[in-house]
């Protein structure tokens, strides 16, 4: 007896550190990757000014003269961010409401599983997509003389891509809002859609806040779809219709090229990477926050 | 115990004398009040079901207008079934069917042309535990006016309901506040408010007083008093003091089915059935 308990209990052990290991390993690989942008970052701002950085106008670190002001490519992330969003939020959120308070639940076990085999697409052919279909056949017919990469385009798809975010977690925080709301509507003679628009959506508006948000961050990290559609133009610019380039494009279009380690050009990149990661960080943490409060209002 | 036939659809025969009279009507005792003239709600062999479970079975009532009408009976005898089939809040329900007559004043509840939604405009509801929404003590009350287009003035509506529901004084001050601040006695006068504030004619009450304590209780017993000069209230409780205290007519409900039906005074002194007997004097239940 006393054999079998101890290899019992010496697996267990095994298993017990074996668990550990694979958990640490996703906690030390952040980790890594913060040193090593927080390290090369911290070479970049030796040469040059935080501040230049930040707000400089001008972004054309591989063309002489060179200038490092990251404004150009941040505003082309947000363009597309924002327009994604113009997308997303409605669709999201009509997809939600259709599936928490329309659809039976046949309907909805088949409808919610297809809205995520949509964020299972590999977002280069979301990408090729923009540049082959949304472009040409939509975008340019409407507007003529639209450039080939354009935000619009990536836009639209990135739009697309994080509709299954939105629409999945709202219709998680419309099934948070109690039965009882619903019934203490519908018993005051209200309609499905007053019941949904009047007392749902309201009732759960902070985890509809929380879903826009987390969809944003995705939208302002997302590359490869943008790279292809949005173009490698660096611009200051709000019009659409022209070729840009994002935070993460212009990194994919520094780590494909041949630039050496070590100038300050290769840095950049690692400022950028910083930047990045800093904004989609400070997003996630505010739509957890919202997310815990909303929880909190219910239970 | 049930002898008509399921199948009989109601509906159909719901004016023939022969429906008019079926065995369940042996129930009604000599002394219950003749309140066949006025009655607002009128069941007929009603029964519900659950997929095959049938909640409540050929049951045949008629409610009095502007009266207190308790119903009784242990968890699970389909008394707050019954009561929801009256607004029809079970539509949500999918598994839910249902057969026999129901009627609102001569309106066939479950007819071809009737509408839900109008139906709860006339036929309000309180539930059990307090549900004000997420809002304004004011705009809880306004929102079922705001809803249905109302073009007079919100605020004296507000107050009316407000008034006639014996919260104003507690409220008047703060009516911009969210009526989550308020108590949970308070919460429940407000969603009776809400619910006056569409001028129902019926009040459906489906133990509205089971989540408070005593105090808020009596003070909404009271207010059950008060609304019957404007409103029949049918009052589902499993308090049979409380259904003594404030309701004209009691119910006994059990099994499914409806054991008696009379006045108050009657059912809790010398009531007919033996299990109503055996239920009031807490042999079970």
Redesign the interface.
Known sequence: MTGITGIVRIKERLIHGVLFLCALASVATTAGIIWVLAAESYLFFQELHLLDFLFGLRWAPLLEPKSFGVLPLVCGTFLVAGGALLVAVPIGLGSGIFLSEYA?SRVRSIVKPILEILAGIPTVVYGYFALMFVTPHIIQPLAPGTDIFNAASAAIVVGIMIIPTIASLCDDAFRAV?Q??R?????????RL?VST??VL??AMSGVIAAVILAFARAIGETMAVTLAAGAMPRLTLNPLVSIQTMTSYIVQVSLGDTPHGTIEYQTIFAVGMLLFLVTLTFNVIAQGVLRRFRE?YE | MVIVPETISGRQEAQSPSRMTPPALRLRKPSQPAVTSDSVIRAEGVTIRYADFAAVRDVTIEIPDRQVTAIIGPSGCGKSTFLRAINRMNDFIPSMSISGLLTYRGQDIYGPKSDAVDLRRRIGMVFQKPNPFPKTIFKNVAWGASINGYRGDIHELVERALRRAAIWDEVKDKLNQSAFALSGGQQQRLCIARAIALEPDVLLMDEPCSALDPIATARIEDLIDQLKTHYTVVLVTHNMQQAARVSDLTAFMYMGELIEFDATDKIFTTPSEQRTQDYITGRFG
């Open positions: 039976p109690p009882s709301l019934e203490g509507a519908y018993a005051l003679s209200a309609t007053e009047r007392v309201p009732s209002a």
